[in-house]
């Protein structure tokens, strides 16, 4: 196997053993991100740093060192520009590091770079990008899904051994599954957002990409944990995850949704994702089909709650204080100038749409509705998982489509259709590869569990992982 090819696991392993050390695997990422860069666009900016320099800055002794990750580029870094994939934040340099970074380097890790999304998180093909949008391993031509798509594409193409995210609704988990990696979205408040420019807050998490389940467990290790200034982090005992890596799941309760189901979606993926459930059956887990309130409720509600949030959020975006100016005559007319050349189309569809849903006459009608409806899919999240360990879905309702696909907005938004009323309950998931379209594209399954159970995720994922062995690798 080629040094690029390895889970940070096994490059772990190999400089345990003295295989190899940190500069084989910093050089050898290194390379290929020369190699492959080019023509997946997965990163905004590329750490300039000599390999001489990361080493001589690197943490060492920790659960991560030497490991190269890549971070997308709405996570504040203090030695790399972050622009959100917005032309607004071109030339922004943070002044200080988001604390899932500070993790990172305290364990070793090293940045990169900052990868591509859709402006400001906004989408779900990484089209939206104000750059240009990034390819997808598998197949150039295609989508590598979204937000999060320069950090799935980065991990699939071999250019960093695992990648943060975030997911608001679905950023994390679709990417991975059109680019054929793990991601996992972890329970609200369990990873602080310190640093993370904010789009939808009361929803927004930040969560690893990674080549194995194991790893996942590995990086969730690292960056989850109490913070102070992050207003919603919990204060708890945090288990450690890996002792979830086990091949275990011999009487998990998991559910399937009927009406996750009976949504109209890719035959090929239903298929792949029924023939991944008959697996964990033979592997001891009791399967039952149960009733939850149909998705398109959270959908609907979604997008009234997260572009009300944003249209809050993006506000200090004004010319004043972050990134670029547009020259005006006085300072009012520099606001708007700034922001009407500075967000692209889709950030300003989205702040519209959120001033709409929380002016006075139309606040009861809609913001205030949305908020009784994510309560009661909430509550019908917390009854459901007192009598099941899990729940389980695809993770997209189609594999990845074609780059410039002609999508109108409604079809675009429908694809967040099983990713969505995780976010909107506060729950933890993951989704991982478990089989091929006849495109051969990475079809993604979702796995998920009530508030802080990522244990049980982690375990089912792992088993599932481990029984289908899948070895098909993207060819660059
Ligand atoms: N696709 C969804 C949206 O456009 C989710 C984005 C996200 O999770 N950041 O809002």
């Given at each position: 196997m080629k040094i690029y090819e390895m889970s940070a696991g096994e490059l772990l392993d190999k400089k345990e053993n003295g295989e190899l050390d940190t500069e084989d695997i910093l050089n050898a990422f290194r390379e290929r991100i020369d190699e492959v860069e080019d023509r997946v666009?997965?990163?905004?900016t590329v750490s300039e740093k000599e390999v001489s320099e990361e080493l001589a800055e690197m943490e060492t002794g920790g659960e991560l060192e030497g490991i190269p990750l890549a971070v997308k580029d709405n996570m504040s870094t203090a030695d790399m520009e972050t622009t959100c994939a917005s032309k607004i934040l071109q030339g922004y340099n943070p002044p200080y590091d988001a604390a899932v970074i500070e993790q990172i380097r305290k364990q070793g890790?090293?940045?990169a770079g900052k990868t591509n999304l859709d402006e400001f998180a906004m989408g779900s093909s990484t089209e939206n990008s104000a750059f240009y949008p990034t390819r997808n391993p598998w197949n150039l031509d295609h989508v590598v899904g979204g937000s999060s798509g320069g950090s799935a594409a980065a991990v699939a193409a071999g250019e960093v051994a695992a990648a943060l995210g975030s997911d608001t609704g679905g950023s994390i988990r679709q990417p991975a599954s059109f680019c054929g990696v793990v991601g996992m979205k972890p329970t609200y408040g369990n990873v602080s957002r310190y640093g993370l420019i904010a789009f939808a807050s009361s929803l927004d998490q930040i969560g690893p990409l990674t080549r194995n389940v194991e790893d996942s467990a590995r990086i969730l290790n690292v960056i989850s944990g109490h913070d102070k200034r992050d207003t919603t982090s919990v204060d708890r005992e945090f288990p450690d995850y890996m002792e979830f890596i086990k091949e275990d799941v011999s009487g998990m309760k998991i559910g399937v949704p009927r009406e996750y189901f009976a949504v109209d979606f890719d035959k090929e993926v239903e298929k792949t994702v029924k023939d991944s459930l008959e697996v964990l059956q033979e592997a001891g887990a009791q399967i039952e089909e149960v009733s939850v309130i149909e998705p398109e409720y959270a959908l609907a509600a979604y997008y009234i709650i997260a572009p009300a949030e944003a249209s809050s959020n993006l506000a200090r975006f004004d010319g004043v204080r972050y990134g670029s100016r547009s020259a005006a005559e006085d300072v009012s007319s520099m606001f708007t100038r700034t922001r009407s050349e500075g967000f692209g189309e889709e950030v300003k569809r989205r702040i519209m749409l959120g001033t709409y849903a929380l002016s006075s006459g139309y606040y009861d009608d809609y913001y205030l509705k949305a908020q009784k409806v994510r309560t009661l899919i909430k509550d019908r999240f917390a009854e459901l998982f007192s009598g099941y360990d899990l729940l389980v879905s695809p993770t997209s309702p189609s594999t990845a489509f074609k780059?410039?696909?002609?999508?109108?907005l409604m079809e675009q938004y429908r694809a967040d259709i099983f990713t969505v009323p995780v976010n909107i309950a506060g729950i933890p998931a993951i989704s991982l590869p478990c089989g091929f379209d006849s495109q051969g594209l990475p079809v993604g399954f979702q796995i998920m569990g009530p508030h802080y159970g990522e244990g049980a995720i982690l375990q089912t994922a792992y088993t599932l992982e481990q029984k289908l062995n899948l070895e098909q690798k993207p060819e660059l």
């Open positions: 666009r997965a990163f905004i890790g090293v940045i780059i410039g696909a002609e999508k109108d």
